[in-house]
């Protein structure tokens, strides 16, 4: 069974930074596109940025220039960095990845992350 595990979360003061990361139980390239999302209380979930198994990566206009999607290949980790954080990007956030043609589509738990002002 495929097991997406995220952690990194936690809380930080604006401007600060963290990194989250996202481990994939077995090899990331199962997958044709990897992305996170966030939700914050009240709110809808979000896709945050996506990278695809070519390595082509796209980020949302609300976190562009501030946040980057990379990946480590040998440890099938996805990761995102987040600089600059803002109050507003205070939400749970959430690995998800899918593979168009067998249908998967896995979520990870999701962390907390959680911005001061």
């Known amino acids: 069974q495929v097991q997406l595990v995220e952690s990194g979360g936690g809380l930080v003061q604006a401007g600060g930074s963290l990194r989250l990361s996202c481990a994939v139980s077995?090899?990331?390239?199962?997958?044709?596109?990897m992305g996170w999302y966030r939700q914050a209380p009240g709110k809808q979930r979000d896709l945050v940025a996506t990278?695809?198994?070519?390595?082509?990566?796209s980020i949302a206009d609300s976190v562009k220039g501030r946040f980057t999607i990379s990946r480590d290949n040998a440890k099938n980790t996805v990761y995102l960095q987040m600089n600059s954080l803002k109050p507003e990007d205070t939400a749970v956030y959430y690995c998800?990845?899918?593979?168009?043609?067998?249908?998967?589509?896995?979520w990870g738990q999701g962390t907390q992350v959680t911005v001061s002002s």
């Open positions: 998800n990845a899918r593979s168009f043609a067998q249908g998967y589509n896995y």
């Open positions: 077995g090899s990331i390239f199962r997958f044709n596109v």
């Open positions: 990278i695809f198994s070519g390595g082509t990566t």
